[in-house]
Nanobody, 119 residues
Framework: QEQLLESGGGLVQAGGSLRLSCSASRRTFSSSTMGWFRQPPGKQREFVAAISWSNSDTTYADSVKGRFTISRDNFKATVYLQMNTLSAEDTAVYYC????????????WGQGTQVTVSS
């Protein structure tokens, strides 16, 4: 069973920045679109950003465009989410996920990392 390991969450003041990291096995990582999702308190999990396995295509939720950047390091088998200009509305548990090429849904998920933005 693939394990995705996230890190980088924490407490930050509004307007600040955080960078989340998520590592996977190279076998899975090299052929997967990697995504970030989040679940705010009392709400459903929502899409944040994704980057294709070829590293040529990124997508973002409207709420984070211009503030968050997703990137990947294929050698390290790690995907990053750089989050800038954070606000209280970004407070959530953030999850990393992998969607293996050729499949429609995200196959593997991390355990989640808490991001709390104080206003």
């Amino acid at each position: 069973q693939e394990q995705l390991l996230e890190s980088g969450g924490g407490l930050v003041q509004a307007g600040g920045s955080l960078r989340l990291s998520c590592s996977a096995s190279r076998r899975t990582f090299s052929s997967s679109t990697m995504g970030w999702f989040r679940q705010p308190p009392g709400k459903q999990r929502e899409f944040v950003a994704a980057i294709s396995w070829s590293n040529s295509d990124t997508t973002y939720a409207d709420s984070v465009k211009g503030r968050f950047t997703i990137s990947r390091d294929n050698f390290k088998a790690t995907v990053y989410l750089q989050m800038n200009t954070l606000s209280a509305e970004d407070t959530a548990v953030y999850y990393c996920a992998a969607k293996v090429r050729g499949t429609a849904l995200y196959n593997y998920w991390g355990q989640g990392t808490q991001v709390t933005v104080s206003s």
